[in-house]
T-cell receptor, first 116, second 113 residues
Framework: DADVTQTPRNRITKTGKRIMLECSQTKGHDRMYWYRQDPGLGLRLIYYSFDVKDINKGEISDGYSVSRQAQAKFSLSLESAIPNQTALYFC???????????????FGPGTRLTVL | DQQVKQNSPSLSVQEGRISILNCDYTNSMFDYFLWYKKYPAEGPTFLISISSIKDKNEDGRFTVFLNKSAKHLSLHIVPSQPGDSAVYFCAATYSGSARQLTFGSGTQLTVLP
């Protein structure tokens, strides 16, 4: 079974609709992240959470909101979807980083979202 | 303003030869660098990393070189195999950024049999 799962894997919606993307993990990690990937731009951070009570904006948070329902669940919402939010969305998790070290992030398979 | 740049969108290499993927960065605060590999319809997977206190890190067929003065790193794959065909992302982070990753735009590597 996959350690980081995302639902749905594909979604087509219309402008103005509310959309929720869900992420679950079984790795026991405290840190979770949401990214979007656009052609030619790599991955950009939308929001991240270091534990259930900690939510932080990333580089491109406008138009998005998140909810950390539990250590294992982190959902991303588009309150009113617009066409330029059409992208590939990835959830990721990581362990806490000890001083002087870095723990890599583990990514889910992605959700392809199309906003018409 | 992209702080991490991968200027080659694509690279083709013959099987058995060396693949060299390049990455440049502008933020001198970055102190840890990573390479991720991504296959179609899958999420990126961690490949190899290097701390800024080193200039080389090797893991099997994969070696990452860091040139801090030039703000440049490269990933060498020797020998290249068809299964290495994927998109490779360079990423960087530093402790003052809450360890957020900044990604490059990726390079599509195709290894020809």
């Amino acid at each position: 079974d996959a350690d980081v799962t995302q639902t749905p894997r594909n979604r087509i919606t219309k402008t103005g609709k509310r959309i929720m993307l869900e992420c679950s993990q079984t790795k026991g990690h405290d840190r979770m992240y949401w990214y979007r990937q656009d052609p030619g731009l790599g991955l950009r951070l939308i929001y991240y959470s270091f534990d259930v009570k900690d939510i932080n904006k990333g580089e491109i948070s406008d138009g998005y909101s998140v909810s950390r329902q539990a250590q294992a669940k982190f959902s991303l919402s588009l309150e009113s979807a617009i066409p330029n939010q059409t992208a590939l969305y990835f959830c990721a998790t990581s362990d806490d980083n000890r001083a002087g070290s870095y723990n890599e992030q583990f990514f889910g398979p992605g959700t392809r979202l199309t906003v018409l | 303003d992209q702080q991490v740049k991968q200027n080659s969108p694509s690279l083709s290499v013959q099987e058995g030869r060396i693949s060299i993927l390049n990455c440049d960065y502008t933020n001198s605060m970055f102190d840890y660098f990573l390479w991720y590999k991504k296959y179609p319809a899958e999420g990126p997977t961690f490949l190899i990393s290097i701390s800024s206190i080193k200039d080389k890190n090797e893991d099997g067929r994969f070696t990452v070189f860091l040139n801090k003065s030039a703000k440049h790193l490269s990933l060498h794959i020797v020998p290249s195999q068809p299964g290495d065909s994927a998109v490779y992302f360079c990423a960087a982070t530093y402790s003052g950024s809450a360890r957020q990753l900044t990604f490059g735009s990726g390079t599509q590597l195709t290894v020809l049999p």
